[in-house]
């Protein structure tokens, strides 16, 4: 999926160039565009009430940033229009249940004016049981948006 923006003056720092915390939370940005593209209802999503499980073990699950990264190859400034290219990808199973609860969105930050890469940046998220603060597995409605991303 991508996403597409314009870079405001908020976005910068005081040389006038996009600031790292910015970019990362436009990633973000891009990540509530690509879950609501897919059909996600944010309200729900983000108040945990996504349900993981089987049917008859389902549970409420919330999805935390455990890690973020963000490498620049060339500045970005107020004005400049980038696209976002979002690419998913699963990454760890559950020794004991096989049930995935990690995953990975790597954003790849392009220039429209010169359609180079100006960034790349990656976010891991975990899923986690809300009443239980264990691991849980990807919820099957975000597994869909995974899919369809």
Not at 97 to 113: C, K, L
Not at 124 to 129: A, G, N, T, Y
């Amino acid at each position: 999926m991508s996403y597409n923006r314009t870079i405001r003056f908020a976005d910068t720092d005081a040389a006038g160039v996009v600031y790292f915390a910015a970019l990362l939370s436009i990633c973000h940005e891009a990540y509530e565009d690509a879950l609501t593209k897919s059909g996600m209802d944010l309200a729900r999503f983000f108040s945990g009430q996504v349900l993981s499980g089987q049917v008859s073990h389902q549970t409420s699950v919330i999805i935390p940033i455990t890690h973020a990264e963000i490498d620049f190859r060339r500045p970005l400034y107020c004005g400049e229009d980038i696209t976002i290219e979002l690419f998913w990808q699963a990454e760890v199973e559950d020794d004991l249940t096989q049930d995935i609860s990690e995953f990975a969105i790597v954003y790849t930050i392009i220039h429209n004016y010169s359609s180079k890469v100006a960034a790349r940046a990656m976010t891991r998220h975990v899923c986690v049981d809300r009443l239980t603060h264990k691991r849980a597995a990807i919820p099957l409605e975000l597994e869909r948006c995974m899919c369809q991303a």
